[in-house]
């Protein structure tokens, strides 16, 4: 079965320094791979996502995130961290089927200091 | 390009009342998500439509839950009746099958008390 691992519930990070969340996925075959960012209130907004080639992507607002089959992993990062990125961080894979079935993890909730 | 909409945004019932939610996705995507969202968990599917059809409704505990699609846009929630552990944020999200992309609505955060 699918599934997806945060370990991180809880990053806290100083304004200007880097990030990097965790995802690790189970999935047979070739995943499709998903993070969104949910700011209090609101909705899940894409940030970038994965389904073939380039294993380095690009997103929005700065964000970037690399798949490394070896390892399963599917881990996002930031260079310069900003005030407004704390927010709550899903990390989601779908079967490369037609179905667009997301399975997400638990999240990881991302708090800036000053 | 207007997003997806859901109302209400907040709704406080007693358990045994029922409640219903209403979800208008974005215009042209055929495909439209329910997802629960417990506290402190990430969302979880409840059923998916293709048009008007559900065609993944494994997760839908069917004994109090219900939803419909009529004509293939809007979509309605409903519980009935509502238990505490019914208190969640239920997302709605559309698809873009072009870019096969979810984009979710702010949901709608029920409290059962």
């Known amino acids: 079965a699918q599934s997806v691992t945060q370990p991180d519930i809880h990053i806290t990070v100083s304004e200007g320094a880097s990030l990097e969340l965790r995802c690790n996925y189970s999935?047979?075959?070739?995943?499709?791979l998903f993070w969104y960012v949910q700011s209090p209130g609101q909705g899940l907004q894409l940030l970038l996502k994965y389904f073939s080639g380039d294993t380095l992507v690009q997103g929005i607002k700065g964000f970037e995130a690399e798949f490394k089959r070896s390892q399963s992993s599917f881990n996002l990062r930031k260079p310069s961290v900003h005030w407004s990125d704390a927010a709550e961080y899903f990390c989601?894979?779908?079967?490369?089927?037609?179905?667009?079935?997301?399975?997400f993890g638990q999240g990881t909730t991302l708090q800036v200091k000053p | 390009e207007a997003g997806v909409v859901q109302s209400p945004r907040y709704k406080i019932i007693e358990k045994k009342q029922p409640v219903a939610f209403w979800c208008n996705p974005i215009s042209g995507h055929n495909t439209l998500y329910w997802y629960r969202q417990n506290l402190g968990q990430g969302p979880e599917l409840l059923i998916r439509y293709e048009n008007e059809e559900a065609v993944d409704d494994s997760q839908l505990p069917k004994d109090r839950f219900s939803a419909e699609r009529l004509k293939g846009v809007d979509s309605t929630l409903k519980i009935q009746p509502a238990e505490l552990g019914d208190s969640a944020v239920y997302l709605c999200?559309?698809?873009?099958?072009?870019?096969?992309?979810?984009?979710f609505g702010p949901g709608t955060r029920l409290t059962v008390t």
């Open positions: 989601a894979v779908a079967s490369s089927g037609n179905t667009g079935k997301l399975i």
């Open positions: 999200a559309s698809r873009s099958r072009r870019r096969n992309e979810q984009y």
């Open positions: 999935y047979g075959a070739t995943p499709y």
